[in-house]
């Protein structure tokens, strides 16, 4: 499945740092002619690595395109105990930003560039998650295009217009009514 990769300058003297939180390092490439790469696993399976450099350069305002999507809102993410996964996160520096219990319990959290929603729900696959105006015409256009999109989505209340648009990849990703907008 997906895992998400953080960059961590220091890298092999942070991995100390992580054992004093009881996260034992299952991938840990530290040698000296090595690329420095650490993997773990969060509380509810998902793969975490961390890498001494980016290996990429971060795009500028001006190379980012308009999404058809909307706006990314969260990596959603399924947890049996929102207050183990919330305490683990928060140890690597990450801060509650928002939660709410509708449609089911669930904690919005915020670190390293990242916000990740965690949701006390069995029916939610991990998945990237977006919110923007009209998601009818929207979910049109993807039919459109050839995309298997249905309506609904696992994280949103019923009355929240939402979809999930379903690729290739075993990523599902959730469309939800931008609140704001339906106001």
Do not use: M
Request: hydrophobic fraction near 40%; include cysteine.
């Amino acid at each position: 499945g997906p895992w998400l990769s953080f960059v961590r300058p220091g890298l092999e003297s942070y991995v100390r740092a992580l054992r004093r939180q009881n996260i034992e390092p299952e991938i840990a490439r530290l040698g000296e002619q090595e690329f420095h790469e650490v993997g773990f696993h969060d509380p509810n399976e998902q793969l975490v690595t961390l890498v001494e450099a980016r290996t990429f350069s971060p795009a500028t305002g001006e190379d980012i395109a308009a999404s058809v999507c909307g706006d990314f809102l969260e990596y959603s993410l399924a947890t049996g105990s929102i207050e183990d996964s919330a305490r683990f996160w928060h140890g690597l520096g990450f801060e509650t930003i928002a939660e709410g219990a509708e449609p089911h319990p669930w904690r919005r959290i915020r670190g390293a560039g990242l916000v990740i929603g965690l949701h006390e729900s069995a029916r939610l696959r991990p998945g990237v998650t977006f919110t923007a105006d009209q998601i009818d015409a929207r979910v049109d256009f993807l039919r459109a295009k050839g995309h298997g999109v249905k309506t609904g989505a696992p994280i949103a209340p019923s009355e929240r217009p939402s979809a999930t648009l379903r690729l290739s990849i075993d990523l599902p990703i959730y469309l939800l009514e931008d609140q704001a907008s339906a106001d």
